[in-house]
């Protein structure tokens, strides 16, 4: 059901791949909603993802840009308010990739160029976004940002690995940012905390599906699905959320308030007692 909540108002998408892509239902939604937007995503997430069915479907375009390039940022900003005659008004950064992970490297044997480059992709992309849009002066007030984050920000979780330190370092631009953008502009920056998804990148943190598994049986609300979180960041681009600026929110089901749960505790006297034999 749509609500026209972002009639009028104009953005930049990060981040859709595949149709799994949490950013490609943020699209989808934010389209619904009245919204227009450019999409981008890397040049070779280009060439093997679909991001052009999902620009014909909202009827855009797609620029390419490395989140880590100042330089495409900046080519990108322009793009954008050539293409809508003036600033925009949201911006959603869905982007992560760990090296270290994908090489296989553990979290007491990393590769330190890798982490750096985890860093810079998944956490200070987020600052260049942020930096270079107020440079060009590229947000409208009261406009919104939001970044995509995870509860192993706050939380230890077995196998998060190197992404643990992007994510609490991305919760902290959007506060150091929000303070200096909503001083100024009055521009809002949040991050949303999603649950454990299955998308590309999730699939990418082994054995997501245990660990969903034990997310869905420890909140009280269950996992928050793409297509849910997609309706949480249509609402943070809207004007009906005007003053939240600064915070992490939680978007799980209740997971990060729990300590254990009804069925998580039955599974796992169930695990106990297979293990000892009864
Ligand atoms: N899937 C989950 O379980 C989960 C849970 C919480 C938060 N998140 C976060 O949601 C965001 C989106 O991930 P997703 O799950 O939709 O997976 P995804 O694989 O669909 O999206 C990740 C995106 O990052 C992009 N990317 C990688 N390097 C880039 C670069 N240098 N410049 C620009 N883009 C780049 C990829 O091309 C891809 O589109 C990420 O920040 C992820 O950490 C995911």
């Not at 009639?7 to 930049?12: N, T, V």
């Not at 060439?47 to 479907?57: Q, T, Y």
């Not at 330089?71 to 869905?94: E, R, T, W």
């Not at 190197?162 to 809002?188: H, N, Q, V």
Request: hydrophobic share 40%.
């Amino acid at each position: 059901m749509a609500y026209n909540l972002l009639k009028g108002k104009k953005g930049i998408i990060f981040g859709a791949l595949n149709e799994m892509s949490i950013a490609w239902k943020v699209a989808e939604r934010a389209y619904e909603e009245g919204a227009e937007f450019i999409l981008t995503n890397t040049p070779s997430s280009i060439r093997f993802g679909d991001i052009d069915k999902l620009a014909e479907a909202c009827n855009t375009q797609v620029v390419p840009v490395d989140a880590t390039s100042v330089a495409d940022l900046q080519n990108l900003f322009q793009v954008a308010m050539d293409k809508f005659g003036g600033k925009i008004d949201f911006i959603l950064h869905s982007i992560g990739m760990s090296l270290n992970v994908r090489k296989g490297r553990l979290y007491d044997d990393l590769d330190y160029n890798y982490m750096q480059k985890t860093l810079d992709i998944s956490a200070i992309s987020f600052h260049k976004v942020l930096q270079v849009a107020r440079k060009l002066d590229a947000i409208n007030e009261w406009g919104s940002v939001v970044a995509l984050s995870y509860v192993a920000a706050q939380r230890t979780l077995y196998r998060y690995n190197e992404m643990a330190d992007a994510k609490a370092m991305l919760e902290s631009i959007a506060r150091s940012f929000g303070y200096i953008y909503g001083r100024d502009k009055k521009i809002r920056i949040n991050t949303i905390s999603q649950s454990p998804t299955l998308t590309t990148a999730g699939s990418g943190v082994k054995g997501i599906d245990n660990l969903m598994d034990f997310t869905e049986r420890m909140s009280p609300l269950g996992n928050a699905t793409a297509e849910e979180c997609a309706d949480y960041c249509v609402t943070m681009f809207s004007d009906l959320t005007k003053k939240v600026t600064m915070q992490n929110l939680f978007h799980d089901g209740g997971f990060s308030s729990m300590g254990m749960s009804l069925k998580a505790m039955t599974m796992y006297s169930q695990g106990l007692e297979m293990e000892n034999g009864d």
